[in-house]
């Protein structure tokens, strides 16, 4: 049989939860076809007791007479630092999705070849749309812009295709799912780029700024009315800073 009395010195050297996966894997051997392999990650306990991954890939090498496997061949490579890597990467992403939800972003990724745009699900909620109703193409992006708004847009993003500025950033308005005109700001950069410069992917956040927008707007106006104001009185009028400067 295939480990036999090796149980102990196994349960010794394997990782506790790769160990409870050992007799799956064990059953996946005896399903083997002679020339395929079968590949496994798992976790050995060195001598000093340190752990580390192993990548084993492993076939046939005979069978009894009833055709059932007795034994099998192989190889294990070690790949801590490869996992290691992994284990970095997914934290770190871990990390900023955290980060990027708390503030409210939106998230874009586009595929600048394809015009496949991969949004998160708070850059169509910030537009009052369900995940599954934005269209992930850059066409249906253009057609939520503002008319007013972009030509500005589009000449942004095109200065900073052709390599003229470090990333682009915009201020536009965007129609959101029930018509109503939203403020936003995007910012973004390619990050990939073919061997002769060509931009292929980019990648951005999109931040409602209505409010702010908003608030702008009527301090505008409060200074138009204001204006308006001083410019129809027949009296001389005069203000004065906090320097007491007239």
């Not at 900073?160 to 018509?179: C, K, M, W």
Request: charge should be negative; hydrophobic fraction near 40%; proline fraction near 3%.
């Amino acid at each position: 049989q295939i480990l036999a009395g090796d149980d102990a010195l196994l349960k010794e050297m394997i990782h506790p939860e790769d160990y409870r996966q050992l007799p799956a894997r064990i059953a996946r051997f005896q399903q083997l076809q002679d020339g395929e392999i079968a590949v496994t990650e798992f976790r050995i306990r060195r001598k000093d007791n340190e752990w580390r991954w192993y990548l084993s890939r492993a076939t046939v090498f005979s069978r009894d007479d009833s055709g059932k496997v007795e034994q099998i061949i192989g190889c294990a490579l070690d790949i801590t630092d490869r996992k290691l890597t992994e284990q970095a990467l997914k934290e770190s992403e871990e990390r900023l999705e955290l980060l990027v939800n708390a503030a409210e972003l939106g998230t874009w990724e586009w595929n600048i070849e394809t015009g496949e745009i991969i949004y998160n699900e708070t850059w169509a909620t910030m537009l009052d749309y369900r995940p599954e109703e934005v269209v992930p193409a850059f066409d249906s992006w253009y057609r939520l812009v503002h008319p007013e708004d972009i030509d500005a847009v589009m000449a942004a993003i095109q200065a900073h295709l052709e390599g003229h500025t470090p990333q682009f950033t915009s201020e536009h308005r965007l129609r959101s799912a029930g018509g109503a005109w939203k403020w936003i700001l995007t910012s973004g950069k390619v990050i990939k780029r073919d061997a002769q410069g060509k931009p292929l992917y980019a990648a951005g956040i999109h931040f409602d700024i209505t409010s702010r927008k908003e608030a702008e707007a009527a301090v505008h106006a409060a200074d138009r009315k204001l204006a308006r104001i001083l410019e129809s009185m027949i009296e001389a009028c005069s203000s004065i800073d906090s320097q007491w400067r007239y």
